[in-house]
T-cell receptor, first 114, second 115 residues
Framework: AQTVTQSQPEMSVQEAETVTLSCTYD???????LFWYKQPPSRQMILVIR??????QNATENRFSVNFQKAAKSFSLKISDSQLGDTAMYFC???????????FGAGTRLTVKP | GAGVSQSPSNKVTEKGKDVELRCDPI?????LYWYRQSLGQGLEFLIY????????KSGLPSDRFSAERTGGSVSTLTIQRTQQEDSAVYLC?????????????FGPGTRLTVT
């Protein structure tokens, strides 16, 4: 079974600064997908960014980028120019290639301070 | 409806009672997931359906928990003889597509409180 570990239960950052959230995973698979989801207080889960394991280039979406280190099985999320609206729980997730089986980490609660 | 719906939105029950939680996925979505989120905690995988079958039931915390899905659509999660530690938000999600186009769509959750 795949496991996803987020070692930072809580983090905070000043508005406009940069923060990096850590995620590691354990798998014997070679092809898979990685995701970061955001869950604001509204409880709705929102997809932030996704990465294909066979692509070496790190995915970016506006202020959000990842540092994907396949050999180290690490998938960190960098949020640049943090905004108050970024305050949320962030979940890292793993999915094996050609399956629908998605597994999540325990989450990191991020607070952006004014 | 346009999204995943869950009912009830809130449920308060006495310890020892049985509860049923319902999930209506987005029409046409083949995969359906149940997760549990305790207060301020992460997402705990419970069970996942592909069509009507559940390839992986390993996340169910105990034999008091069961889930079914009929007609490849609606799913119910049943908790028998509820305990206080069952108090949590139960989230349902459905998905369509695979690979990099895969995306889960989550419902608003059912907040279960066992007194």
């Amino acid at each position: 079974a795949q496991t996803v570990t987020q070692s930072q239960p809580e983090m905070s950052v000043q508005e406009a600064e940069t923060v990096t959230l850590s995620c590691t995973y354990d798998t014997s698979e070679n092809n898979y997908y990685l995701f970061w989801y955001k869950q604001p207080p509204s409880r709705q889960m929102i997809l932030v960014i996704r990465q294909e394991a066979y692509k070496q280039q790190n995915a970016t979406e506006n202020r959000f980028s990842v540092n994907f280190q396949k050999a180290a099985k690490s998938f960190s999320l960098k949020i640049s120019d943090s905004q108050l609206g970024d305050t949320a729980m962030y979940f890292c997730a793993f999915m094996k290639h050609e399956t629908d089986d998605m597994r999540f980490g325990a989450g990191t609660r991020l607070t952006v301070k004014p | 409806g346009a999204g995943v719906s869950q009912s009830p939105s809130n449920k308060v029950t006495e310890k020892g009672k049985d509860v049923e939680l319902r999930c209506d996925p987005i029409s046409g979505h083949t995969a359906l997931y149940w997760y549990r989120q305790s207060l301020g905690q992460g997402l705990e995988f419970l069970i996942y359906f592909q069509g009507n079958s559940a390839p992986d039931k390993s996340g169910l915390p105990s034999d008091r928990f069961s889930a079914e899905r009929t007609g490849g659509s609606v799913s119910t999660l049943t908790i028998q003889r509820t305990q206080q530690e069952d108090s949590a938000v139960y989230l349902c999600a459905s998905s369509l597509g695979s690979g990099i186009n895969f995306q889960q769509y989550f419902g608003p959750g059912t907040r279960l409180t066992v007194t």
